[in-house]
């Protein structure tokens, strides 16, 4: 089969599954952008990583809280029947730390690093939610592709089983030659089978990621906005934005803010406090309504704290040791990402580029085969050796265009480049 019958072939095939997707109720076609814009509207892993950042963003607030005015009503009523009778009283007071010791402001440094790394945090539950959405759109695109080539196979081997019997009949060909076709065309019949439970498998991950079935895919962009142009630019982008890195960089800064924590418990505080009370009495001097008024500073100075703030300390300092090692860890990491990432998009770019001139060459050596076998040049089996080469030269290409698609994503991710603008 020529090109322009293969395409012709192909593009059918296309339309038949658009037509199909349209009758079944997916969108008729949807690209990568809306894959990706689903998925952050609706996926639930990002969604909780949203809600637990918000609840992280609320604990600065919490330790700004420990050095501002507090102030709390009480009262209380009962009986007494040895000297006052039935009574009550009710006091207000409130308290106002003047001097923490630094216990507020570094905790308010450790709350606000634990909220940067949080947000760091998220950008990376983001970026690895695009890159699952990547990965699915491109498993479902290539099982897609792998459907309709098998499909074409089986209807060129009809042709071919067709024009088998139709030589027999005339004594121009043998009962093996058409035995051949007809056995190739059940492999085909089966391999059509698999590639289709393979559609179903992907179409199910797409689903659990992006929250609704695949339709008719349209092509992705032929390359991700944002890519780095080196290897070197690559090194430099990870460790300047890869999120993970900087969720450590912003770790161990909250970890370092932790010691002054620690110390501070053993800090002198002072605390300017003030309270009114007032008191009513039944019984057997009905006429007593003590009241009271106060106000004051109050000194707490630790003098003795059986070892506790010494052992505070050295554990917030091996906490703080640790993030450092995190840290180192995570830029590491960050770096072997972006390398293994940009070796990957290389060779995929070689891998695109040599299958697609393997492809126009299986597919001349195929129309060739078939012209000689007119003939009677070729033999049955070199029909069906040239149409196998054809069909393992379309399906190589195919994944190869599949896995350059997720490598790019991947090499976004280690860049800190993967989110919704680097998908258009």
């Given at each position: 089969m020529n090109s322009p019958v293969l395409a012709a072939v192909l593009a059918a095939l296309l339309a038949a599954g658009h037509a199909s997707a349209q009758a079944s109720g997916p969108a008729p076609t949807e690209t990568l952008a809306d894959a990706v814009r689903a998925a952050v509207a609706s996926?639930?892993?990002?969604?909780?990583?949203?809600?637990?950042?918000?609840?992280?963003?609320?604990t600065p607030e919490q330790a700004r809280a420990a050095g501002r005015l507090t102030?709390?009503?009480?009262?209380?009523?009962?009986?007494?029947?040895?000297?006052?009778?039935?009574?009550?009283?009710?006091?207000?007071?409130?308290?106002?730390?003047?001097?923490?010791?630094?216990?507020?402001?570094?905790?308010?440094r450790a709350a606000n690093g634990d909220v940067e790394a949080g947000a760091q945090t998220l950008r990376d539950t983001a970026a690895d939610v695009i890159e699952q959405v990547v990965g699915?759109?491109?498993?479902?695109?290539?099982?897609?592709q792998a459907v309709a080539?098998?499909?074409?196979?089986?209807?060129?081997?009809?042709?071919q089983v067709a024009e088998a019997k139709a030589r027999f009949d005339l004594g121009a060909g043998t009962q093996t030659d058409v035995v051949r076709l007809v056995a190739e065309r059940e492999g085909a019949v089966a391999t059509l089978a698999a590639a289709e439970a393979a559609l179903v498998a992907a179409?199910?991950?797409f689903r659990a990621v992006v929250g609704r079935d695949p339709g008719a895919l349209a092509p992705p962009p032929a390359d991700l906005a944002e890519l780095p142009a080196s290897l070197d630019e690559?090194?430099?982008?990870?460790?300047?934005?890869?999120?993970?890195?900087?969720?450590?960089?912003?770790?161990?800064?909250?970890?370092?803010?932790?010691?002054?924590?620690?110390?501070?418990?053993?800090?002198?505080?002072?605390?300017?406090?003030g309270g009114y009370g007032y008191g009513l009495a039944f019984g057997r001097d009905p006429s007593g309504y003590p009241a009271s008024a106060a106000a004051g500073v109050t000194l707490r100075v630790p003098i003795f704290t059986g070892g506790l703030v010494a052992s505070q300390v050295r554990q917030a300092q091996a906490g703080s040791r640790a993030a450092a090692h995190d840290a180192d860890g995570a830029a590491r990491e960050a770096i072997?990402?972006?390398?293994?990432?940009?070796a990957n998009v290389v060779a995929a770019h070689v891998r695109v580029a040599a299958g697609e001139r393997a492809v126009v060459?299986?597919?001349?050596?195929?129309?060739?085969?078939?012209?000689?076998?007119?003939?009677?040049?070729?033999?049955?089996?070199?029909?069906?050796?040239?149409?196998?080469?054809?069909?393992?030269?379309?399906?190589?290409?195919?994944?190869?265009?599949?896995?350059?698609l997720t490598g790019e994503a991947a090499l976004l991710r280690a860049v800190g480049s993967l989110d919704r603008t680097a998908i258009t």
């Open positions: 996926n639930p892993a990002l969604a909780a990583a949203r809600d637990r950042q918000d609840a992280l963003a609320e102030a709390e009503a009480d009262a209380t009523g009962g009986y007494d029947r040895f000297d006052y009778g039935k009574g009550g009283v009710a006091t207000v007071s409130a308290a106002l730390p003047i001097w923490t010791g630094g216990r507020v402001s570094t905790a308010v699915a759109y491109a498993a479902v695109q290539f099982q897609q080539i098998a499909r074409a196979d089986i209807a060129l081997l009809d042709s179409g199910a991950s690559a090194r430099r982008r990870s460790v300047a934005a890869n999120p993970a890195y900087l969720a450590s960089l912003a770790a161990r800064g909250a970890a370092a803010a932790r010691i002054g924590v620690a110390r501070a418990n053993g800090a002198p505080s002072v605390t300017l406090a072997r990402a972006a390398d293994t990432a940009w060459a299986a597919d001349r050596a195929l129309a060739g085969v078939k012209a000689e076998y007119v003939v009677a040049l070729r033999t049955t089996l070199d029909i069906l050796i040239a149409d196998e080469s054809l069909r393992g030269a379309q399906l190589a290409l195919a994944s190869s265009r599949s896995d350059l």
